[in-house]
T-cell receptor, first 114, second 114 residues
């Protein structure tokens, strides 16, 4: 079975500052890794995903994440945030031998301070 | 127009009432999912369907039922609503290999059971 831990429920950061949202996972098998974003009053949309290959993955809106197998982490980063990045961010994993189920973290709310 | 639509967007009902939440998609995807989102818990899978004749329970299917009326339509029913079913409900779709493919979410239905 897999599990996902997002270590921070909220992350406040000043506009134009860098940010890192942390995600750790547990799994006995290889996994695919995802970050989704939920803007206020909207559904979720894919930010980026790691399937294989390069451990540094670039996504939309200037976000990137790095897969670290030894630390079982997939932290999300952005060098300079904007007020429009205010949203809730969800990390998710799927076992490579599973054909349906994403396991979701509890989410991290990114709060941008002007 | 949105690719994945959900109706209603908001619903308040009373304990014991039967409720149906509807989802329609124009993406032509075979695979559809119902999730519920609770604060601090992330998303949990209720039911999923890989085609019209293939419906499967997720991790929290008790108290819920579904109907896949067509490739484009997937409805979620609460036969006798209870207060702990108060949550935000999302429908999602994927195509092809759901191990790696993107999930596309509807805008959500906020359900309150009094």
């Amino acid at each position: 079975a897999q599990s996902v831990t997002q270590l921070d429920s909220q992350v406040p950061v000043f506009e134009e500052a860098p940010v890192e949202l942390r995600c750790n996972y547990s799994s006995s098998v290889s996994v695919y890794l995802f970050w989704y974003v939920q803007y206020p009053n909207q559904g979720l949309q894919l930010l980026l995903k790691y399937l294989s290959g390069s451990t540094l993955v670039k996504g939309i809106n200037g976000f990137e994440a790095e897969f670290n197998k030894s630390q079982t982490s997939f932290h999300l980063r952005k060098p300079s945030v904007h007020i429009s990045d205010t949203a809730e961010y969800f990390c998710a994993v799927r076992a490579r031998d599973s054909n349906y189920q994403l396991i979701w973290g509890a989410g991290t709310k990114l709060i941008i301070k002007p | 127009d949105a690719d994945v639509t959900q109706t209603p967007r908001n619903r308040i009902t009373k304990t014991g009432k039967r409720i149906m939440l509807e989802c329609s998609q124009t993406k032509g995807h075979d695979r559809m999912y119902w999730y519920r989102q609770d604060p601090g818990l992330g998303l949990r899978l209720i039911y999923y369907s890989f085609d019209v004749k293939d419906i499967n329970k997720g991790e929290i299917s008790d108290g819920y039922s579904v109907s896949r009326q067509a490739q484009a339509k997937f409805s979620l029913s609460l036969e006798s609503a209870i207060p702990n079913q108060t949550a935000l409900y999302f429908c999602a779709t994927t195509s092809g290999d759901s191990r790696t493919d993107t999930q596309y979410f509807g805008p959500g239905t906020r359900l309150t059971v009094l």
